[in-house]
């Protein structure tokens, strides 16, 4: 378990409604005090102007004690349990309200009011109850059903398909009726009153919910069935530091918004629908890209996921597998072959951004989407979901992809890829962006590696593509160009060459890494996107600038809001909120850079390197083959200790390896080894890494 010295986060006033805590789970999401919630999946509008539909909340509910004197008011997030509380203090009574989306039983959203008498009176309490509800949406035809088990009842089906014939989903939702007040009679001493609220897609589905609820309120346990949830959900990972206390609260309140987001383990039940920028608390018509699901996912959230969580990775993955029709779709609308994977998904893989410009020319989305799948593979060795169940459709749809959009120059005797938009959006219409061409390289060089795998015939075309195609460098200055006709000290939107060192790890020197960062670190936009500034930090880190990388991770704090660390993306306060994409590069900082974790097609490498003021760094529950390991890293010493090795089916037995002298330690369940700090790498026992 991690310690969890930082928290809980307390606010003595409302604040800021946008800054407010979220409540989400992997299926349900709002904001506290907002009278909306969200449904993984369950958009309204055509290509354009497809939206998260909105879904009236019964669990915007304030609580009040209108005319009492001295009333102390706090708003609490506990991070360990998921769960946010209001609580009114008196020198009589304490009186606490708590709301929660549980973690397990993903079709549940609940809250409790709890009325504790603290003084020897036996004056009645009454707490009144406000809610602004009313069972009506902008975006679905709602209908009132008859009354189950007590809770109302709505349902009815969203107004408008993303596509012409597509899905209209029906939500089915009931709820507890809320009083406009409660009272705790003079006799009692303490009383609580539940109150649950489940959503569904199907009449069956939301009343098998409910009833269980309500099952667990009888026996006391709805709640700590909740906080149980989410205990194991630390349990299984933990990134610890001995360093600054704004670092530590920072890095737990990042893996805690991103881990709400995430599927729970076992049978899901429902099919997940990815993970969106500010996630299921946002996305309503014109806000949050309107829920959307960019290379934020893939890119940015996605490696923090899979090294702890693969089963929530694979979860990701099969929500991309579904999308290859539209995918397949995109290009051909577009005159190419294979899949073009939109730079805005929803619900049928078609492209949705409302602006034509970002989805005609800012395609290495794709590539981004199968990085992800790349590193699952080299991590898992997961073969069923690549022969069974979609996966190398997938990849082979998107190396053909590829190969249709280069065209060959003859005066340059390469491939080129032409009118992109790179990550960098301040250019468009541009040839051969680097990041673009590598991605595409990379996409080409797997599908190939996969094919060999399952011994299909690699066709001529990948090869020949992914080595010849143009991937933009300047011989004399000894750096990456952005496109071509880029010229030094032009302004950057964002992370973008520097992205080429890491996640993409393209083969260059120190001396060009460098460079690189060099050259884009003055140019690139203070005030742009959150997760820019992670990355160039974990460029400093591979170089062991470890004062420098801190810098540029200081950077972010100006993208985290007080107090419940709610990430904005623009550090001015714009863009969206819950920024879950800078969370994962911040995150990805740690993970990857101070660790200098790498994913490899053998291995899992290790590089570590940290500022001055960071002693300890501590990596609980890291999944590799099967395998869960912890790491335990000082300047001095790294100790690797493998916590679970599964038997059924067996998890690979491992080995680490060190660089420079080759030693090799065998990892065995429940042992420990050590040596001193140092490159190397985890690999598998019976193969070896390059």
């Known amino acids: 378990m991690c310690p969890w010295k930082a928290f809980p986060l307390v606010l003595t006033g409302p604040g800021d409604p946008r800054l407010l805590a979220t409540v989400t789970n992997a299926y349900l999401g709002t904001r506290v005090y907002r009278d909306i919630l969200h449904v993984n999946g369950v958009y309204n509008g055509a290509v354009g102007d497809t939206h998260r539909a909105d879904i009236p909340s019964p669990v915007n509910v304030r609580m009040m004690v209108p005319g009492a004197d001295s009333l102390a008011e706090t708003f609490t997030l506990n991070t360990r349990t998921g769960t946010f509380s209001h609580v009114l203090q008196s020198t009589d009574y304490t009186a606490t309200h708590q709301i929660y989306a549980h973690h397990s039983l993903v079709h549940l959203m609940a809250f409790s009011i709890t009325i504790q008498r603290s003084a020897h009176t036996t004056q009645p309490i009454t707490v009144q109850l406000q809610t602004p509800f009313v069972p009506k949406s902008r975006d679905l035809d709602l209908n009132q059903g008859p009354d189950f088990q007590g809770a109302h009842y709505v349902y009815g089906k969203t107004l408008v398909p993303e596509v012409e014939g597509g899905p209209r989903p029906t939500v089915h939702m009931l709820w507890t009726p809320v009083p406009q007040d409660v009272t705790l009679r003079g006799e009692e001493r303490e009383r609580s009153w539940e109150f649950l609220t489940a959503v569904a897609e199907s009449e069956e589905e939301v009343k098998r919910s409910y009833s269980k609820g309500l099952a667990l309120i009888a026996v006391g346990s709805l709640h700590s069935s909740h906080a149980h949830a989410w205990t194991m959900l630390w349990r299984g990972c933990c990134i610890d530091l001995d360093g600054p206390l704004p670092l ?132 898992t060795q997961d073969q069923k979901l690549f022969r069974e169940d979609g996966g190398w459709e997938l990849v082979g749809a998107v190396a053909q992809y590829w190969c249709s959009r280069m065209v060959w120059s003859e005066e340059e005797q390469c491939y080129h890829i032409k009118g992109v938009m790179p990550p960098d959006e301040y250019h468009y219409r541009v040839d051969n962006s680097v990041y673009t061409n590598a991605v595409a390289q990379r996409s080409l060089n797997f599908a190939a590696d996969v094919a060999r795998d399952f011994l299909i015939p690699v066709p001529e075309e990948w090869v020949d ?226």
């Open 248 to 379: 530590r609260q920072a890095l737990y309140g990042c893996l805690y918004y991103l881990l709400s987001a995430i599927p729970p383990r076992g049978n899901l039940g429902f099919l997940f629908h990815g993970i969106s920028p500010g996630g299921l608390s946002n996305g309503t018509q014109g806000e949050d890209y309107w829920g959307h699901i960019f290379w934020d996912q893939d890119t940015w959230m996605f490696p923090n996921i899979l090294l702890f969580y693969p089963e929530a990775a694979r979860a990701i993955l099969e929500y991309r597998i579904r999308m290859l029709e539209g995918a397949l779709h995109n290009a051909q609308e577009q005159g190419y072959k294979g899949a073009k994977f939109p730079w805005e998904s929803a619900a049928t893989g078609r492209e949705v951004c409302p602006e034509e410009i970002y989805g005609a020319q800012e395609i290495h989305v794709t590539g981004d989407v199968l990085m992800a799948f790349e590193q699952y593979y080299c991590t």
């Open 465 to 690: 593509c992914a080595k010849k195609v143009k991937v933009p460098f300047d011989a004399e200055k000894k750096y990456h160009p952005e496109y071509d006709g880029y010229s030094p000290g032009e302004p950057v939107k964002q992370a973008d060459v520097v992205l080429l060192g890491f996640p993409l790890m393209h083969p260059m020197s120190s001396e060009v890494r460098r460079n690189d960062l060099e050259m884009y670190e003055p140019v690139t936009e203070m005030d742009g996107p959150a997760m820019t500034w992670s990355m160039f930090a974990v460029g400093w880190l591979e170089l062991k600038e470890v004062q420098r990388a801190q810098s540029q991770l200081n950077k972010c704090f100006s993208n985290i809001t007080e107090p419940f660390k709610i990430w904005v993306e623009n550090s001015d306060g714009s863009g969206a909120v819950n920024f879950l994409t800078g969370m994962g590069g911040f995150l990805q900082a740690v993970l990857f850079g101070y660790t200098g974790f790498r994913i490899t097609k053998t291995s899992l490498r290790f590089n570590p390197a940290f500022p001055d003021d960071i002693n300890k760094l501590k990596v609980t529950g890291v999944s590799y083959f099967g395998n869960k390991l912890k790491f335990t890293i000082t300047k001095e010493e790294i100790r690797i200790k493998v916590t679970e090795s599964p038997q059924d089916p067996p998890a690979s037995p491992l080995e680490a390896v060190l660089e420079e002298s080759g030693q090799q330690f065998p990892l065995c369940e429940g042992q420990s080894v050590s040596f001193p700090t140092a490159a190397g790498w985890i690999q598998r026992s019976s193969t070896k890494a390059f």
